[in-house]
């Protein structure tokens, strides 16, 4: 019996090779897409900023920790999120938040970073500009 079943490691055929290895050019050439390639830092168009800078101050407005709020402008077809990240902190006398937003137009995709202080109870966007990771 166990001579039988181990006869079996010996065969090969091109069918059961072709399930078991691969061809090294064929490793080559396999793609899997799970690293994006670099996006160069630009800023997106004015009209899709209005729409980023409109969602960053509703959502500071209506508060919340862990909320993000979605956006888009359907001239343009562009769309994203903004998201808050870290706590408040008090700058130069105003209370001020930091956030992220996506920026998603066609095939591209970008991410903002900006900051925002409330001056006498209304949020105001400061600075909006490609996020650098670090």
Known sequence: MLG???AGCGLSSPALDSLFTKN?????SETTGSIAEPV????PPDGDLAYTRAAATELLTRGGKDASLPWENPRTGARGTVTPIAAAYNQDGLTCRDF???YVREK?????QGEACR???KW???S???WKRS
Do not use: F
């Not at 160069?40 to 800023?43: E, P, T, W």
């Not at 591209?108 to 903002?112: H, K, R």
């Open 24 to 28: 090294k050019d064929d490793a080559k």
């Open 128 to 130: 909006l500009r490609p």
């Open 119 to 121: 001056d006498k109870g």
């Open 4 to 6: 039988l079943a181990c």
């Open 100 to 102: 992220l937003a996506s």
């Open 124 to 126: 105001e966007i400061r």
């Open 108 to 112: 591209s995709e970008s991410w903002l």
């Open 40 to 43: 160069k830092a630009v800023l």
